[in-house]
């Protein structure tokens, strides 16, 4: 089929794209730069020129597919690109609703409706949640609180629409992604480098981890199974502490991890955003993942973390469910 995807330039769409062209897909990339996007793509994509915003062109990329086709929204700002000033906050929100209302807008324009639209999201719609409770988290949590948690909960409605047309939604609750070349690691490494690394804020928080081919692989495998409905945690299986990140971190690059940074440390240098992402506490599982019989190619940490530092991206072995 067709599948167009949105944000397919970022850190996990540079490996989806690839991942769903080997699976026989053919795929669409819109993008402000459309340009860049053939060529980081060596010419394998059809690219279109998209604002961000506008439904129309992706109507138009609908309606052109040679067979169904399938939408997956991965559009936004990144969140970890900088403190969050109102301005951030605002850039942050703005730029998911207005590519989940496009999705929305382009499925009651297009003649031709997709298959399914698989919706981005993230662990942070479950809110900050207390260390001491350790509960964990499946899909079946509320929505919890705080700014991430709102972006979450007004991310996932934004194209909620598409239901009411008939059209099959996936909901993607990523976790924290590991991979080459951008994502959680890459602002790890640098005091691990220097002999400097350590958990941060005293490393008993949960972090709920996903190694960028699994977070790719379960992206396509959203899109193919056709009783994927509903959210999803795109979390490995075995989430893990802060502290034992870090370690792993450590072990991988045969550095130590032992310089703890203080928490009153990091909520004075990013405010807010120290709260709800490196001090943030959830221990989210992908229960309706495993259900459908989706398969993890790298479930464990150390094996997540020494692939994503030794450069690579391959996809994970044998088959997805």
Same mark, same amino acid.
């Given at each position: 089929?067709?599948?167009? *995807?949105? !944000?397919?330039? !970022? $850190?996990?769409?540079? &490996?989806?794209?690839?991942?769903?062209?080997?699976?026989?897909?053919?795929? +669409?990339?819109?993008?402000?730069?459309?340009?860049?996007?053939?060529?980081? $793509?060596?010419?394998?994509?059809?690219?279109?020129?998209?604002?961000?915003?506008?439904? #129309?062109?992706?109507?138009? @990329?609908?309606?052109?597919?040679?067979?169904?086709?399938?939408?997956?929204?991965?559009?936004?700002?990144?969140?970890?690109?900088?403190?969050?000033?109102?301005?951030?906050?605002?850039?942050?929100?703005?730029?998911?609703?207005?590519?989940?209302?496009?999705?929305? +807008?382009?499925?009651?324009?297009?003649?031709?409706?997709?298959?399914?639209?698989?919706?981005?999201?993230?662990?942070?719609?479950?809110? *900050?949640?207390?260390?001491?409770?350790?509960?964990?988290?499946?899909?079946?949590?509320?929505?919890?609180?705080?700014?991430?948690?709102?972006?979450?909960?007004?991310? =996932?409605?934004?194209?909620?629409? &598409? =239901?009411?047309?008939?059209?099959?939604?996936?909901?993607?609750?990523?976790?924290?992604?590991?991979?080459?070349?951008?994502?959680?690691?890459?602002?790890?490494?640098?005091? $691990?480098?220097?002999?400097?690394?350590?958990?941060?804020?005293?490393?008993?928080?949960? *972090?709920?981890?996903?190694? @960028?081919?699994?977070?790719?692989?379960?992206?396509? $495998?959203? &899109? =193919?199974?056709?009783?994927?409905?509903?959210?999803?945690?795109?979390?490995?299986?075995?989430?893990?502490?802060?502290? =034992?990140?870090? +370690? %792993?971190?450590?072990?991988?690059?045969?550095?130590?991890?032992?310089?703890?940074?203080?928490?009153?440390?990091?909520?004075? #240098?990013?405010?807010?955003?120290?709260?709800?992402?490196?001090?943030?506490?959830?221990?989210?599982?992908?229960?309706?993942?495993?259900?459908? !019989?989706?398969?993890?190619?790298?479930?464990?940490?150390?094996?997540? *973390?020494?692939?994503?530092? %030794? #450069?690579?991206?391959?996809?994970?072995?044998?088959?997805?469910?």
């Amino acid at each position: 089929m067709r599948v167009i *995807v949105t !944000g397919g330039t !970022g $850190f996990i769409g540079r &490996v989806l794209v690839p991942l769903l062209l080997d699976r026989g897909h053919e795929v +669409a990339v819109p993008s402000r730069n459309p340009d860049r996007a053939g060529r980081l $793509f060596a010419g394998r994509v059809l690219a279109q020129a998209w604002d961000g915003s506008d439904p #129309g062109p992706l109507a138009e @990329l609908l309606d052109t597919a040679p067979g169904p086709s399938a939408l997956v929204n991965l559009a936004g700002e990144n969140i970890a690109a900088g403190r969050w000033t109102r301005q951030r906050r605002a850039d942050i929100l703005v730029s998911r609703l207005a590519a989940g209302r496009a999705c929305s +807008a382009a499925v009651r324009l297009a003649c031709c409706t997709p298959e399914v639209l698989v919706q981005g999201s993230a662990v942070g719609y479950y809110g *900050v949640r207390p260390s001491a409770q350790g509960a964990v988290l499946d899909e079946s949590a509320p929505a919890g609180d705080g700014f991430l948690a709102e972006v979450c909960r007004d991310w =996932e409605a934004s194209s909620a629409g &598409v =239901e009411d047309a008939g059209v099959r939604r996936a909901v993607a609750r990523t976790g924290v992604v590991l991979g080459p070349g951008g994502g959680a690691l890459a602002k790890m490494l640098p005091p $691990f480098r220097f002999f400097l690394g350590g958990p941060p804020g005293g490393g008993g928080q949960w *972090v709920s981890w996903i190694g @960028l081919a699994d977070q790719a692989a379960a992206l396509a $495998f959203l &899109v =193919e199974n056709p009783d994927a409905s509903g959210p999803f945690n795109l979390t490995a299986p075995e989430p893990c502490t802060m502290a =034992e990140l870090c +370690a %792993a971190v450590g072990a991988a690059l045969g550095r130590p991890s032992w310089l703890p940074v203080p928490a009153v440390l990091l909520r004075l #240098g990013l405010g807010g955003m120290a709260e709800e992402t490196i001090l943030a506490n959830q221990r989210a599982i992908p229960s309706r993942l495993l259900a459908l !019989g989706f398969e993890f190619g790298y479930p464990v940490l150390s094996q997540a *973390v020494s692939l994503a530092l %030794a #450069g690579t991206d391959a996809a994970p072995p044998g088959p997805q469910g």
